[in-house]
Structures are given as structure tokens and as C-alpha cells.
């Protein structure tokens, strides 16, 4: 098992920026991915990035050029820099963790663009 605990969240206005930080509770070296996604109120969670542990990264199509994910085995730890922010990037982000098939989620932080 693994526990997933995001942090950085909070409120912003447009055109700002916000590192996201999840911390692993134990070594992510052998999870084979980790990802953040997003729930908008209303909305279904959806996916916004991703890292495998070879490092290869994976940005949604509508999100590239603005957000950028990155992942330090040594800190146990995965970051979602999100930069020009708008008002639709509002939502609870989570962090995520693919291990052999079994998906481990943090409990989410809020972040809030205002405009």
C-alpha cells in the first residue's frame, strides 16, 4: 500500500501560477505510474498528466504548454507545476498511483482560480 498526501493548492487569479506537490508515503520507485487528475464541480474526474518510473511524461493535449508534471524518486514525491491558470482549471486535483494494476488515490486538493 501506499498513502498519497497533495499539497499546494489554494486560491489564484488568472494568469498565476501553482506547484502541486504529492508526497508518497513510501519509496515510488517501483510504481510503475503516477498521475494527476482533476473534478471540476459537476464534472467527471479527468485525467490532466502523468509520469511513468522511467520518467516519461504525458500532458492532456489541452493542457500542454501550460502544465508541466515531474516526478523525484529520490523525495518520494510527484509535482504538477500549472502556470497562466485560468478560471476553468478551478477543481480538486488528486494524485494517483498505478502499482501492478491496483490505482492508490490522495485525498485531493482545491484549487481555485478566480478571474
Known amino acids: 500500500q501506499v498513502q498519497l498526501v497533495e499539497s499546494g493548492g489554494g486560491l489564484v487569479q488568472a494568469g498565476g501560477s501553482l506547484r502541486l506537490s504529492c508526497a508518497a508515503s513510501?519509496?515510488?520507485?517501483?510504481?510503475?505510474?503516477m498521475g494527476w487528475y482533476r473534478q471540476a464541480p459537476g464534472k467527471q474526474r479527468e485525467l490532466v498528466a502523468s509520469v511513468t518510473g522511467g520518467g516519461s511524461t504525458m500532458v492532456v493535449d489541452s493542457l500542454k504548454g501550460r502544465f508541466t508534471v515531474s516526478r523525484d524518486n529520490a523525495e518520494n514525491t510527484v509535482y504538477l507545476q500549472m502556470n497562466s491558470l485560468k478560471p476553468e482549471d478551478t477543481a480538486v486535483y488528486y494524485c494517483a498511483a498505478n502499482e501492478f494494476g491496483f490505482v492508490y488515490w490522495g485525498q485531493g486538493t482545491q484549487v481555485t482560480v478566480s478571474s
Open positions: 513510501r519509496s515510488i520507485f517501483s510504481i510503475n505510474s
